[in-house]
C-alpha cells in the first residue's frame, strides 16, 4: 500500500527536551517537506529536501533540524529551543512539488 | 501576510446544496491547487489547475482561475455530509530556488444532513 507513514500520532515533549517525529514514503518521490499547522490557520514550511543528503530551511526552521539519509526518511527533530512547539506537524512528498500528506503528528507540551 | 487567502472562512449548508469556495492570492502563480483536510487528518489533494487553464473538473468538483483577477473559485455540487471538511487553496511559484506551495487559512465547510 503505497503511501506516507507519519509517526507517531500523538507525541509530548517535556520543557528542555528534543523530539524527534517520523516520516517515511515509499512513493518514491524525491523531494520531501515538513510543515507545521497551527489551529485555524494553514500550512508553513518547516523544511525541505530535494534530494538525499540535501535540505533546505523553510519559512520557519528556527528550533527544528531535519537529515534526509535515505530516500524513503525525512525525520524531524523539535529542539528545545523551539520555545512554541505545540501544534500539528505534516510530512509531504512530491515529483517536484508537495503534493501527498501524511496523517500528521499532534505535538503538545507536558 | 499569505499569498492564498480563502472566503468565506466557514460555510454551512444543508444535504444536496452547492458549496462555494473563493481562494485569492497576490503574486503570479505557475499553479494553483486546492486540497481537502478532515479533522485531525492530512490533507488529500483535490486538484490542481495551471496558470494557463481557465476551468477544471473532476466529479463533483469544479475548479476556476482568473489570473488577471489573481483569483480562484472551488464548486462543490450536490453536497454530502461527507464532504464536510476544511478546504486550503495552496498557490504553486518558483521562489528561492525550488518549487514553493504556499497555503492559505482554510474554509471550514459544514454539510447538514
Known amino acids: 500500500d503505497g503511501g506516507i507513514t507519519q509517526s507517531p500520532k500523538y507525541l509530548f515533549r517535556k520543557e528542555g527536551q528534543n523530539v524527534t517525529l517520523s516520516c517515511e514514503q515509499n512513493?518514491?518521490?524525491?523531494?520531501m517537506y515538513w510543515y507545521r499547522q497551527d489551529p485555524g490557520q494553514g500550512l508553513r514550511l518547516i523544511y525541505y529536501?530535494?534530494?538525499?543528503?540535501?535540505?533546505q530551511k523553510g519559512d520557519i526552521a528556527e528550533g527544528y533540524s531535519v537529515s534526509r539519509e535515505k530516500k524513503e526518511s525525512f525525520p524531524l527533530t523539535v529542539t528545545s529551543a523551539q520555545k512554541n512547539p505545540t501544534a500539528f506537524y505534516l510530512c509531504?512528498?512530491?515529483?517536484?512539488?508537495?503534493?501527498?500528506f501524511g496523517d500528521g503528528t499532534r505535538l503538545s507540551i507536558l | 501576510s499569505q499569498q492564498g487567502e480563502e472566503d468565506p472562512q466557514a460555510l454551512s449548508i444543508q444535504e444536496g446544496e452547492n458549496a462555494t469556495m473563493n481562494c485569492s492570492y497576490k503574486?503570479?502563480?505557475?499553479?494553483l491547487q486546492w486540497y481537502r483536510q478532515n479533522s485531525g487528518r492530512g490533507l488529500v489533494h483535490l486538484i490542481l489547475?495551471?496558470?494557463?487553464?481557465r476551468e477544471k473538473h473532476s466529479g463533483r468538483l469544479r475548479v476556476t482561475l482568473d489570473t488577471s483577477k489573481k483569483s480562484s473559485s472551488l464548486l462543490i455540487t450536490a453536497s454530502r455530509a461527507a464532504d464536510t471538511a476544511s478546504y486550503f487553496c495552496?498557490?504553486?511559484?518558483?521562489?528561492?530556488?525550488?518549487?514553493?506551495?504556499?497555503f492559505g487559512a482554510g474554509t471550514r465547510l459544514a454539510v447538514h444532513p
Open positions: 529536501s530535494q534530494i538525499v543528503n540535501d535540505f
Open positions: 495552496a498557490t504553486g511559484l518558483f521562489s528561492g530556488g525550488y518549487n514553493k506551495l504556499i
Open positions: 503574486t503570479s502563480i505557475n499553479n
Open positions: 512513493l518514491n518521490h524525491d523531494a
Open positions: 509531504a512528498t512530491g515529483p517536484y512539488q508537495p503534493q501527498h
Open positions: 489547475i495551471r496558470s494557463n487553464e
